[in-house]
């Protein structure tokens, strides 16, 4: 049987790879402050509405205070989309 011939070049090594650093800092430091701000403005109208019996934060709005609690804390969730 023939003998297979001897490699005269030696193995291909593929110089190593350039290391980038990922800056993983977005510059959106505002949004989960303010989110969570938001979260617990509206949380806290809605328990100061229920134990106060409508007489506060703001007397003349009556029920529609709940919907402004709500509208805070939904305003939470739209601002919590800007966060990375």
Do not use: C, E, H
């Amino acid at each position: 049987m023939p003998k297979s011939r001897i490699r005269k070049k030696a193995d291909f090594t593929p110089p190593p790879a350039k290391q980038t650093n990922i800056k993983l800092k977005s510059g959106r430091s505002w949004v989960a402050p303010l989110m969570l701000a938001m979260f617990l403005i509206g949380l806290a109208w809605i328990v100061v509405f229920y134990v106060t019996t409508a007489d506060l934060p703001i007397a003349a709005l009556g029920n529609w205070n709940i919907v402004v609690g709500f509208g805070f804390i939904a305003a939470g969730f739209v601002v919590s989309t800007q966060w990375k």
